[in-house]
């Protein structure tokens, strides 16, 4: 059974991932995030506007997990994924003392129609539960734009 989880991301990434020029979402940090290990092929993502709301989909193809990155390794990454990363240049300068990556290939990207949620808190990946999914699980008024 597939798993779920909040993305939030900000609006230029989050509408790169929408027209199809961002391919892979990438997470990389100093320290071990939650999501780090648990996002699987097959899940399921929820894909919200930082500030906004949540107003795609999209499933989980391929995950790749780094630990003890060094800057040459996140630079290794830099060369061989930013055509679908799609980070800035400052962006690849504010994570080379990152330790902890999370590359996750997207798939079957869809547009929803938008929905508010109730999240006030500063994580930017919510691995959801059943106690903690923000209504998402249950929101059968998700209906995907044609």
């Excluded at 906004?52 to 061989?80: D, H, M, W, Y």
């Excluded at 990363?85 to 590359?103: A, D, H, P, T, V």
């Excluded at 949620?117 to 994580?123: T, Y």
Aim: aromatic share 8%; with cysteine.
């Amino acid at each position: 059974m597939a798993n779920y989880h909040l993305v939030i991301l900000k609006k230029p990434y989050l509408d790169a991932i929408l027209d199809g020029r961002k391919r892979i979402e990438s997470r990389l940090t100093k320290t071990r995030r939650h999501a780090f290990g648990r996002v699987l092929p097959g899940d399921k993502l929820f894909l919200k506007l930082s500030s906004g709301p949540v107003c795609a989909t999209a499933t989980v193809a391929t995950v790749k997990n780094f630990a003890s990155l060094t800057p040459a390794q996140i630079t290794e990454i830099k060369q061989r994924h930013n055509h679908d990363i799609r980070g800035s240049e400052e962006y690849w300068r504010s994570k080379m003392n990152c330790k902890f990556g999370l590359l996750v290939w997207l798939t079957d990207v869809q547009p929803i129609e938008p929905v508010q949620i109730g999240k006030k808190d500063w994580r930017a990946w919510v691995v959801l539960t059943e106690k903690e999914n923000f209504g998402l699980l249950e929101a059968k008024s998700i209906k995907k734009l044609r």
